[in-house]
C-alpha cells in the first residue's frame, strides 16, 4: 500500500515564500504522475501543480509564475516552492500521487493516492 507523507506548510507573510515536501513511500515503481492540490472550506480541490516521471509539468491558472514543482533525488519525492505567496493562497495542500499499471488483456489502470494534507497560512 503506497503511503503518502506531507510536510512543510505553516504561517507565512504575504509576499513570503514556503517550501512543501511529499514522499511515497509503499512502492518500488516511480510513479506516474505527483503533485499538489488545495482546498479551502466549502469550494472544491483544485490544481495547484503536477510533475510526471517524464518531468513534464503543469500548473493551476492563479500560480502564474510564483510556484516551482520539482522531483526531489530521493525516488517518488516532490518539491512545491511557493514564492510570492497571498492571503488568497491559505488552504490545505494535498499531495496526491497517481500509480499506472499496464496489465495484458487489460490495459492501462490508475490508482489514487492522496496525503492527509498541510495547512498553508498567509497571514499578517
Known amino acids: 500500500q503506497i503511503q503518502i507523507v506531507e510536510s512543510g506548510g505553516g504561517l507565512v507573510q504575504p509576499g513570503g515564500s514556503l517550501r512543501l515536501s511529499c514522499a511515497a513511500s509503499?512502492?518500488?515503481?516511480?510513479?506516474?504522475?505527483m503533485g499538489w492540490y488545495r482546498q479551502v472550506p466549502g469550494k472544491e480541490r483544485e490544481l495547484v501543480a503536477t510533475?510526471?516521471?517524464?518531468?513534464?509539468?503543469k500548473y493551476g491558472d492563479f500560480v502564474k509564475g510564483r510556484f516551482t514543482i520539482s522531483s526531489g533525488n530521493a525516488k517518488n519525492t516532490v518539491y512545491l516552492q511557493m514564492k510570492s505567496l497571498k492571503p488568497e493562497d491559505t488552504a490545505v495542500y494535498y499531495c496526491?500521487?497517481?500509480?499506472?499499471?499496464?496489465?495484458?488483456?487489460?490495459?492501462?489502470?490508475?490508482?489514487?493516492?492522496w496525503g492527509q494534507g498541510t495547512q498553508v497560512t498567509v497571514s499578517s
Open positions: 496526491h500521487a497517481v500509480k499506472r499499471t499496464i496489465t495484458q488483456g487489460v490495459g492501462e489502470t490508475l490508482y489514487d493516492y
Open positions: 510533475i510526471t516521471n517524464g518531468a513534464i509539468t
Open positions: 509503499g512502492t518500488i515503481f516511480t510513479l506516474y504522475v
